[in-house]
């Protein structure tokens, strides 16, 4: 089981359901929009910012199948607490490689195997 977790959590292939098709462009290019609002958070050191960023990430990222994304954004929240300015710059940086990566496979719902 934890190992299926991990190549759920880690994996550059995301399962998304087929009527959220359309919106995933758009999901995307507002996550990499955020990466630059977030490199300027941290020059900033607007732990706020990041925090509310994170916020979001933690539950719209799970809502559309980026599991992982949704955890980073959860880390977002608790390294901004901390105010742990390394530690969140390297995992903004880890980013824009995961981003590059992604690829999205649709879902139609179907589980009848028997069809």
Known sequence: MQ???????YSD??????MLADLIPGFLRNKTNDLKILNQAIIDQDYNQIKKIGHNWK????SYGFHYLGE???QFEELATDKNKDKLKVLIDSLPEYFNNIQVDYDSGSNDSNS
């Open 3 to 9: 190992n299926q977790n991990f190549v759920e959590k």
């Open 72 to 74: 980073v954004g959860q």
């Open 13 to 18: 292939r995301i399962m998304v359901e087929q």
């Open 59 to 62: 539950g719209a990222c799970s």
